[in-house]
């Protein structure tokens, strides 16, 4: 299949939620390869084989790197709260940026940035030109658009040629672990209220693409009022929580039905009904399924980021080799 080298910079206004006011992370695939912060003001492998394939200079490098976008960031924080004309609350600037290789050796690169959680400026890889997706942001598209900056040109070359051979080799280090499949682990509960609230935990699996659903009687989806946040584990597997509220009638009977690519058949544990401790384990039947694959991006347990229906592919591109990110020199 295809593969990626994706990453993800947040700044934010202050301290909330015990958040590091300024983090890097990248990720080959679904593997987290790197990470920075500024408590530790240090780049750190985040994989046993980068760790091992790649030496202190490297380190030092990304760490330079690093150090040199964090106080960029800081003020694109405060530059764009002034557009929004906001004076307090907490707030946060968010980077992607990377580039995609198809197995039919097809590239394709990304470069977005999001304010609170929502598109803010995406590139326009057609034109290579940056483009406003919040009115507040005309300002920040026009400065990096004009001949005298000209960004876009700065970030083609790199997304198209610098990103794609950085992949190839984070490749080559860690192909096996990159492919190899995990089953998740399945267990649903119940939480009985005004209704019942139903739940389906999948956790433990690799890689992140998963489908997670409750079913009623076997053929209706039961809609889910939270988002479906796959999260990562600290040994690079991924977890995800379904809930579901429900009014179960009498001859009613639910099942959260699981499909990832390590199963080679749909995964269905079935409700038993309302239980005295709300721990059910549920009933597991296995049925012949093709998979359905989702994928939603959650970086350090939180959503990184919010992706707006109509709009463009979200992104990323990376800091790869002893090259830094082109555009991490230039403000809002």
């Not at 039919?104 to 030109?129: C, H, K, P």
């Not at 483009?131 to 070359?157: C, F, G, H, I, Y």
């Not at 989702?294 to 592919?313: C, H, N, Q, S």
Request: proline share 5%.
């Amino acid at each position: 299949g295809s593969h990626s080298l994706r990453y993800y910079y947040t700044a934010i206004s202050d301290r909330a939620f015990g958040l590091p006011e300024f983090s890097v992370v990248g990720y080959v695939d679904d593997a987290q390869i790197l990470r920075y912060s500024s408590d530790n003001k240090k780049a750190e492998p985040a994989s046993q084989w980068m760790k091992q394939k790649e030496g202190p200079e490297y380190w030092e490098q990304q760490t330079q790197v690093a150090k040199g976008i964090e106080p960029v960031f800081k003020h694109n924080v405060k530059t764009a709260m002034d557009r929004f004309n906001q004076t307090s609350g907490t707030h946060m600037v968010q980077w992607m940026y990377g580039c995609e290789l198809g197995d039919d050796g097809s590239i394709r690169g990304y470069d977005q940035y999001g304010y609170d959680g929502s598109e803010f400026i995406a590139m326009d890889t057609e034109r290579w030109v940056y483009v406003p997706t919040e009115r507040e942001a005309q300002l920040t598209t026009q400065k990096w658009n004009s001949p005298e900056v000209n960004l876009s040109e700065r970030q083609k070359n790199y997304l198209q040629n610098i990103c794609i051979e950085g992949l190839k080799k984070y490749l080559s280090y860690g192909r096996a672990e990159l492919e190899r499949s995990v089953r998740p682990h399945v267990k649903i509960s119940d939480h009985q209220s005004d209704n019942t609230e139903l739940r389906c935990q999948a956790y433990g699996f690799y890689p992140r693409e998963i489908d997670v659903k409750w079913v009623k009687n076997g053929r209706d989806d039961v809609h889910s009022e939270a988002a479906k946040e796959i999260l990562p584990n600290p040994d690079g597997s991924y977890q995800l929580r379904v809930t579901a509220e429900v009014t179960p009638k009498e001859g009613d009977s639910y099942a959260c039905h699981v499909e990832h690519s390590s199963l080679k058949e749909k995964l269905i544990v079935v409700w038993p009904g309302p239980s005295k401790d709300g721990q059910n384990m549920g009933i597991i039947i296995a049925v012949a399924a093709v998979a359905v694959l989702l994928i939603v991006a959650a970086v350090a347990g939180f959503a990184i980021y919010k992706k707006r229906a109509g709009k463009p592919d979200a992104g990323y591109t990376a800091a790869a080799n002893r090259d830094s990110p082109p555009s991490s020199i230039v403000s809002a």
